[in-house]
């Protein structure tokens, strides 16, 4: 199985911040990738696919980037309501897997 | 618009089953792979099965293999989870999700979940 490990765990900051997360494939996947957000109490809401795509009406201040074993999200300006939990998810093989999470708090 | 609606969850004990069921608009539900993903109180996400759109093949991770099945009635556009010999560790809220296409295992579209609680 893949094993999928995003760091940090937890940050904490600011709106306005560029905010990066950070996801490692136990092996090479090549850009399948998706990153989501998940906010209390609601269904994972898809961020990017394909390592790099923009999902059709997320803002663009959301962005991925990364192949084979290292991925980044970044946010480029945190706004009010991306403070959330953000997972990555491997789609290269099955079983599918996802990262911990990130918890992304307001500093 | 895509919506998906599970629904058929509930309290069971140790040992009993429960179906779940995901009823699906807005889209051509037999082009299609459909999945369930369970979020145990507190936990990450974790995928539990995955079956095609025409239900030629189906996955299952290996903590539900032999207990869980996954099933679609493409004619009702509706997917199913058949969850047997239930233990407590399967409690969590499950979710239903679309693939976005056959072979892209990521998830477009997620139902607002059902939760299942095993407990005596």
């Known amino acids: 199985d893949i094993q999928m490990t995003q760091s940090p765990s937890s940050v904490s900051a600011s709106v306005g911040d560029r905010v990066t997360i950070t996801c490692r494939a136990s092996?090479?996947?090549?850009?399948?990738l998706a990153w989501y957000q998940q906010k209390p109490g609601k269904a994972p809401k898809l961020l990017i696919y394909g390592a790099s795509s923009l999902q059709s009406g997320v803002p663009s201040r959301f962005s991925g980037s990364g192949s084979g074993t290292d991925f980044t999200l970044t946010i480029s300006s945190l706004q009010p309501e991306d403070f959330a939990t953000y997972y990555c998810q491997q789609a290269n093989s099955f079983p599918i897997t996802f990262g911990q999470g990130t918890r992304l708090e307001i500093k | 618009e895509v919506q998906l609606l599970e629904s058929g969850g509930g309290l069971v004990q140790p040992g009993g089953s429960l179906r779940l069921s995901c009823a699906a608009s807005?889209?051509?539900?037999?082009?299609?792979?459909m999945s369930w993903v369970r979020q145990a109180p507190g936990k990450g996400l974790e995928w539990v099965s995955t079956?095609?759109?025409?239900?030629?093949?189906?996955y299952y991770v290996d903590s539900v293999k032999g207990r869980f099945t996954i099933s679609r009635d493409n004619s009702k556009n509706t997917l199913y989870l058949q969850m047997n010999s239930l233990r407590a560790e399967d409690t969590a809220v499950y979710y239903c999700?679309?693939?976005?296409?056959?072979?892209?295992?990521?998830?477009?579209?997620w139902g607002q979940g059902t939760l299942v609680t095993v407990s005596s």
């Open positions: 079956i095609s759109g025409s239900a030629s093949s189906a």
């Open positions: 999700a679309k693939d976005p296409r056959e072979g892209d295992d990521w998830f477009d579209t």
């Open positions: 807005g889209f051509t539900f037999s082009s299609c792979a």
């Open positions: 092996q090479g996947i090549s850009s399948w």
